[in-house]
């Protein structure tokens, strides 16, 4: 068994109003720079739709995520290295500019400039991008709130098989909110997809990131990651991606979409996982079953040994005790509320979801039932506004059990808690029915509906004292699977600790060279002497 703590984070649906602050917030920090212009790490989609990119969702279309091949075996949707050489300069499963949407400016010279005359003077629509005027077609949140949902909201790929049963009338269409970032993998298809080795998953967090330097622009990571959440930066020629915030997260603090949640929907935890068990999980065969597979891989912060073996194994004791206190275990493992989003790409996501409890679609046939019982709070479960089946279809590979029991443990909380503070008889037998006990009720009314600051986000801060035994492990630049018979590319391996230091020859100079045969330069540890290559800009001659 190999332990190792992950970073992640759960998203409580029902409380998303859908008002972009997080993707407000992100685009600011993150992606406001040239070459950007069209990204957003964190956005929030109205569901049924399309998406950013459009239709992202729709795997035979863009080959994201993995397969299992005629034995079994773990291989990438869009083909391994020989596929990837023949196509090298020319990506057939990439998605274009127009999916995501050409970000658009106007020309507001027109208005402030435009000489006196018979005609109110307009603005139109400039390319972001290219600088020439544009049709406004499609953007990154064309069909929000059900925009043209007639038109759109049918080709939403989560529909496929429930087009019949879902009308979109305006009176009878649904719809919710899914904000979404990067899932940080377990098993990323993003990082196995990059040739150049430039994408890593870091063995301390479990947090994906890129490597500049390594990244030579093939873009392969963009159409390798199912959830299209890595982005080619068109002015500096590289891939850029969600980065968890990592500098916050390192310091304990929660990432900026969650710092900024005005719903207070986001949950920040780790958990404990056995680094060994998640190639099995992410093969198992049945795609409905890949749920539980992913459970099965997370340890039991609590158990005694596990908490042992995770000590042993170099975990630091603040951050065994933080995965004790973790609310994404809460709500994920313990009380089993919280669903992977499209677990059969086989990636094993680390952001989860609690799907929403929607009101009851047919009010006369939800008045059929006794409201003299209030206690009778599944009766409707079936009849919800947003359809079960297509719920599971985005959280359960299509399995409706699993969502229709979530949704029974939601709706005995609020039966439960209802009954408790209005002071009225509450059914001895309903936390049972739902495979809980009145504590698991309580306890989850307080972390969905009342959970303060330092429980909704338990983040231990990075130990610095790690990280040159992280370096020298080599483990930084590798995802935790690359391992022999693991599912990674493989490469030459990150630079050694040493690599970021001079050397004991060329101390004084601050210069050394690296395992990448260029030779760098370490500002730290130059005393003023000897030369400084890159540090200064070249003389012009004469």
Not at 210 to 234: A, E, I
Request: with cysteine.
């Amino acid at each position: 068994m190999r332990i190792m703590a992950h970073v992640a984070m759960v998203m409580n649906l029902d409380k998303c109003i859908g008002c972009h602050t997080c993707s407000v917030t992100c685009k600011q920090t993150w992606t406001n720079r040239p070459g950007m212009e069209y990204v957003y790490y964190n956005n929030v989609e109205t569901k049924p739709g399309l998406g950013y990119p459009r239709r992202y969702e729709d795997q035979e279309q863009w080959k994201g995520g993995w397969s299992l091949d005629r034995k079994g075996r773990l291989r990438l949707k869009a083909g391994g290295r020989l596929r990837k050489l023949l196509s090298i300069f020319y990506n057939p499963d990439l998605p274009p500019i127009d999916d995501f949407g050409d970000p658009w400016t106007y020309n507001y010279q027109t208005l402030t400039e435009a000489p006196a005359g018979t005609f109110n003077p307009s603005v139109h629509a400039i390319s972001s991008l290219t600088g020439r005027d544009m049709r406004l077609r499609w953007g990154s949140n064309w069909d929000d709130d059900l925009a043209g949902s007639l038109e759109i909201a049918r080709d939403d790929p989560n529909l496929a098989g429930l087009q019949d049963r879902v009308k979109m009338d305006f009176e009878q269409v649904f719809m919710f909110y899914l904000p979404r970032i990067c899932e940080h993998c377990l098993n990323p298809s993003c990082v196995a997809s990059c040739p150049s080795g430039a994408m890593y998953k870091r063995a301390e967090d479990g947090i994906v990131l890129v490597d500049q330097d390594r990244c030579r622009g093939w873009r392969f990571c963009v159409s390798g990651c199912p959830y299209k959440k890595v982005y080619f930066n068109h002015r500096t020629g590289k891939a850029e991606k969600c980065t968890f915030c990592y500098p916050r997260t390192e310091l304990g603090l929660p990432t900026i979409c969650s710092e900024t949640c005005v719903g207070r929907l986001r949950y920040l935890g780790l958990f404990l996982y056995d680094a060994d068990a998640v190639l099995p999980a992410a093969a198992v065969p049945d795609p409905q079953q890949l749920y539980e597979a992913q459970l099965s891989v997370f340890l039991d912060p609590e158990d005694p040994q596990v908490q042992a073996e995770a000590a042993r194994q170099g975990i630091a004791a603040d951050w065994i005790e933080a995965a004790r206190r973790s609310p994404v275990y809460a709500l994920a493992v313990r009380h089993r509320v919280a669903l992977p989003l499209h677990p059969e790409y086989r990636t094993l996501p680390m952001v989860w979801y609690i799907p929403p409890l929607s009101p009851v679609a047919d009010v006369v046939h939800a008045a059929g039932y006794d409201p003299a019982d209030p206690d009778r709070v599944f009766a409707t479960i079936d009849a919800l506004r947003i359809p079960i089946d297509y719920l599971a279809n985005l959280f359960t590979a299509g399995d409706p059990d699993v969502v229709r029991a979530v949704l029974r443990k939601l709706a005995a909380i609020r039966a439960y808690m209802r009954a408790k503070q209005l002071d009225l008889p509450v059914d001895p037998a309903l936390p049972g029915s739902v495979g809980a006990t009145s504590v698991d009720l309580e306890d989850l009314y307080r972390l969905l509906a009342i959970a303060k600051y330092n429980e909704r986000y338990v983040i231990p801060a990075a130990h610095v004292e790690d990280a040159g035994r992280l370096a020298a492990q080599h483990e930084q630049l590798f995802c935790s699977l690359d391992t022999e018979g693991g599912p990674g590319m493989g490469g030459q391996g990150p630079p050694t600790v040493e690599d970021f230091h001079p050397g004991t020859d060329s101390r004084a100079s601050g210069t050394f060279h690296g395992r990448d045969g260029r030779t760098h330069f370490n500002l730290l540890g130059w005393n003023g002497q000897g030369s400084a290559p890159h540090l200064f800009p070249p003389e012009s001659p004469g």
